[in-house]
C-alpha cells in the first residue's frame, strides 16, 4: 500500500522536505558553471520531490528521504542536460584537446603549446584553432560528468559533498573549488590573465580583446583552450574535501 495516500499527507512531505531540495540545489551549484541558475535546479528538484511523493511506497524498503533524494538529484541532472545546447561533435572534438593535453603535459612535464597540441592531434594549427573556437560554449562541467565511467570512478566522484553536509559550507567547500583555483593558477600567463577577465573582471570577448591587444577570435581560442586545460588537470587530480 502507497505509504502517501492523501493530499494532506503529500502536501506536509513537500513541506518538510523543500529544504532538503535547496541543499542539494546547492550542492550541484557550487560546482557548476556560473551560467546555471540556482532557481532552475530548485524547480527542477521541487518537480522530482512532487514526483518522489507520488511514487513512494512503504514496501519498497528505503527511507522516504533516501529515495527523495534520488528522484531530486535526478530531476536537477535532466534539467542539467536538457539547457546543454553544446553540438556533441564539438563537445567531442574538446575531449580529444583534453585527453591530448593531459597525455602531453606527462610527457614534457609543463604546459604544452598550441603547436604541440595541434601536432599531436594531426591537424595544422588553423584546424585546431577553429576547433577551439567552435567549442567555445565549453564548461568546467557537464552532465554526463556525474555519470561517466573510467579507471579513477565518475568525475565527481572524489570531490561530491555528503548530502547531509551545510549548504553554505558547500559553497566555500575547499575541495573542488581549490582544485579550480589550483588549475587556474597553473596555466600559462596568458591564459590565467584571460580567464582572471573573463570571470572576474566580467568583460566580454571583445572587452578582453582590447585589453590583451589580441582579435576576439584569439580571445575565444584562448578561453577554449584554457578550460580544456583545466579540466584535463581536474580529471588527474584527487581532493580531499573538507566539510
Not at 603549446?113 to 591537424?123: D, Y
Not at 570571470?199 to 584554457?226: D, F, P, T, W
Amino acid at each position: 500500500m502507497p505509504a502517501i495516500s492523501h493530499a494532506a499527507s503529500k502536501n506536509s512531505y513537500i513541506v518538510q522536505h523543500a529544504l532538503l531540495v535547496k541543499r542539494l540545489a546547492y550542492h550541484l551549484k557550487a560546482k557548476l558553471p556560473p551560467s546555471v541558475e540556482m532557481d532552475d535546479l530548485v524547480q527542477a528538484g521541487m518537480i522530482g520531490l512532487l514526483d518522489a511523493v507520488n511514487r513512494y511506497e512503504e514496501t519498497n524498503g528505503a527511507q522516504f528521504e533516501t529515495y527523495a533524494v534520488q528522484r531530486i538529484r535526478g530531476a536537477m541532472l535532466d534539467e542539467l542536460r536538457s539547457n546543454d545546447w553544446m553540438p556533441r561533435s564539438a563537445r567531442q572534438n574538446m575531449r580529444k584537446i583534453e585527453v591530448a593535453i593531459s597525455t602531453l603535459q606527462q610527457l614534457l612535464g609543463r604546459a604544452p603549446r598550441q603547436t604541440e597540441i595541434a601536432k599531436h592531434l594531426k591537424l595544422t594549427l588553423a584546424e585546431y584553432q577553429l576547433m577551439l573556437c567552435e567549442g567555445s560554449g565549453h564548461q568546467l562541467l557537464y552532465y554526463e560528468d556525474f555519470h561517466e565511467g573510467g579507471g579513477h570512478g565518475n568525475f565527481l566522484d572524489r570531490h561530491y559533498m555528503d548530502t547531509s553536509s551545510d549548504p553554505l559550507q558547500s559553497l566555500i567547500d575547499n575541495g573542488f573549488r581549490g582544485a579550480v583555483i589550483d588549475a587556474i593558477g597553473r596555466l600559462p600567463k596568458r591564459e590565467k590573465q584571460m580567464m582572471g577577465l573573463y570571470y572576474e573582471q566580467e568583460m566580454n570577448l571583445k572587452e578582453i580583446g582590447v585589453v590583451m591587444g589580441v582579435s576576439e577570435s584569439r580571445v575565444c581560442q584562448l578561453h577554449g583552450q584554457a578550460v580544456a586545460r583545466i579540466r584535463a588537470m581536474l580529471r588527474t587530480q584527487t581532493w580531499v574535501v573538507n566539510v
